[in-house]
Structure formats: C-alpha cells, structure tokens
C-alpha cells in the first residue's frame, strides 16, 4: 500500500480486526505527515502529538463507516480537519466576507492595471531565514485559510484531494487560497524586506 | 486583453489550470510582457518553496510513530 492509492480491502480487514501490524502500517505511512499539518496549522509539538493519536483513533473507532474507495490519506486528513476546528472552536466562522479581498482590490485601478504594484521580495523569499518567517506570517491566517495553504502549499496535495478533506468546493478552495496567499504577501511586505 | 487584476486573481486562487486553453494562453502572454505580473507568479512559486522549506522545523521526533503505535496497540 502507498499512502496515496485506495487502501486495499484486505488491508482494512486487517485493521478492522485490529491487528497490530496494520496499525503501525497506518501510523508509518501517515502519522508524520499529520503531525506535520498540525504543526503547520499553529499546534505545539505536543499538541500537535496529542491530535495526531486523536485522529486515529477516531480512525479506529469510525473504521466501519470507511468504505475503502477513497485514500487513507484523505479520510486521515478530513478528520484532522474536523479536530482542528472543534480544538480551535472555528467552525463558525463565517469566510463570505474577508478585509484581504478588499486590501487585494485596491492595489488595482478601475481598469484593473496595478496602482500598488507587488513589492521585490526577491532578497527575502531567496533568504535562508524565509522559512521561518513564512511560519510567523503563517499564525496570522484564519484557521480555514491556513488549512487550505498548508495541505496545498507545504504538503503538496493536489486541489480534489483538498476539496475532500475540507468539504468544499474548487470555487471555495480558489477563495481560501487567493485570501492566504494575499494575506501572507501583506505580511511579508510589512515586513519591510524589500529591495533598498 | 487580460487585465493584470484578472490574471493575479487567476494566479493567486489556483484556477488557471480550470481556465480554456485560449484563456490560458492569455495568461501566459500577459506574464511574458508584464513585468510585475510575472513577479506576482515568481514570488507565488518561492512562497510555495519558503513554505517547504518551513516544514524541516516542523518535522516530528523520530520515534513518533513508536510512541502512537505502542499507545493505540493499548486500546
């Protein structure tokens, strides 16, 4: 098994049984990747941890309900979703309208040729200290913006997968990614990088 | 002609790859003559790297997937 072909049905015979060598099949193939999406989307290390274990064993307890046709990866991902959101208490949050849409639009005229042209970020974005300072604009995101740039942008998922995970459309997707990526290009620019 | 709105809004929502492929060669266009477009798509590419590269600090202690599995073995 891969970590992103359908799982195979003797595969999930065995875990439904339990047995310990599919568990810790599972947990190799996905546990890092999910503890690296928490962390990503702002938990500690030993939250981060502590969700990780939650995810499977909502996993184990829900095993029945997982018919096999997706990945195992998306299932793992879609329940990090839900757990992000019930830990973080987000799931009210309403995304419609977002101040960055209207940040966005103004650095265009009314014929849509750029009056704020996007800053050089070349020595910073090239800069070994990036990553970090990508994970400190990155605690500013709104939890579902977040989510959408980690799984794209950092875990590489491709834009279906996603869609699955978090239970939205490719429209929805385009708006979280759109939003996330302004609002980290706003972040980077204030700090003050740019090219003297 | 594409407007430098319509294509960084296209870049930005990572909708291109939905778009026709007139529209797509429209695109491509406009980033070959707009300076400041094409620096728009440049930094979206080293933001997606910056942000990989963020990810080596993230990465877990290397007997994780020990700990989880003698924990969820117990269960």
Redesign the interface.
Known sequence: MTPTSPPSIGFLERLRRRE?EA??EA??DH??PL??AA??LGFE?HE??DL??DV??TF?ERLDQFEGRSQLRTWLFGILHRKTLERRRAAAVDDRMDPIDEV?EA??DG????TR??A???RL??SKE??????GC?GGLPVHQREA??L???E?LA?DEICKILSIS?TN???L??RA??R??EC?ESKGWERP | MI????V??LL????LE?QTTWKRMEVRLHLAMCR?CS??AR??E???????????????DPE??E???R???G?
């Open positions: 310990p568990l810790a947990v190799r546990a890092r503890h690296r962390r990503g290390e981060a941890e990780v274990q499977f064993v184990l966005f650095r265009f014929n849509g040729k750029w042209p996007p050089d970020l070349e974005l090239l990036i990553g970090d300072v990508i994970r990155m740039f980690v794209r942008e950092v590489g834009t490719v997707f385009g708006v990614i759109h990526r302004a980290l290009r980077l | 407007s430098c709105k319509n960084a809004k930005m929502s990572d909708q939905t400041l620096r728009l930094q979206i080293q933001l997606r790297s910056g942000a990989r590269e963020s990810r080596i600090h993230s990465e877990p994780l997937e700990r989880l599995i924990r969820l073995s269960r």
